[in-house]
């Protein structure tokens, strides 16, 4: 058993493992969108067309949460990358809690 960041590093930087268990990458989340959306919806609040601002907000809120968790299941992918294990007999990769238990 190795460590997977270990072992990814270790890998020279031709080897074709190196796509195959690399980190799972960051999600970029584009903010700009929600936020603009928002701030259409205060906009249009505060010149009284009420309905139209509630909805904006309703929307640029529910994009907002969406990339949130989108975001953070990156993150959370990339913790578990970090705390894994990597078997030399066979590809197979583990979470150390679980490599643990067997
Ligand atoms: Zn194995």
């Known amino acids: 058993m190795l460590d997977l960041p270990e072992f990814w590093k270790s890998l020279p930087r031709e080897s074709e493992l190196r796509g195959k268990y690399a980190q799972p990458a960051e999600y ?3 903010w700009i969108l929600p936020l603009a959306a928002v701030l259409l919806g205060v906009v249009a609040l505060v010149s009284g067309a009420v309905a139209a601002g509630l ?4 929307g640029g809120g529910g994009i ?21 294990l990597i078997c030399r007999q ?13």
């Open 90 to 102: 066979c590809p197979a990769t583990f979470l150390r809690e679980d490599a643990v238990s067997v």
């Open 55 to 58: 909805l904006l907000l309703a």
């Open 28 to 30: 970029a989340a584009q």
């Open 64 to 84: 907002g949460f969406w990339l949130s968790r989108l975001s953070s299941a990156a993150e959370e992918a990339r913790e578990r990358w970090a705390r894994s």
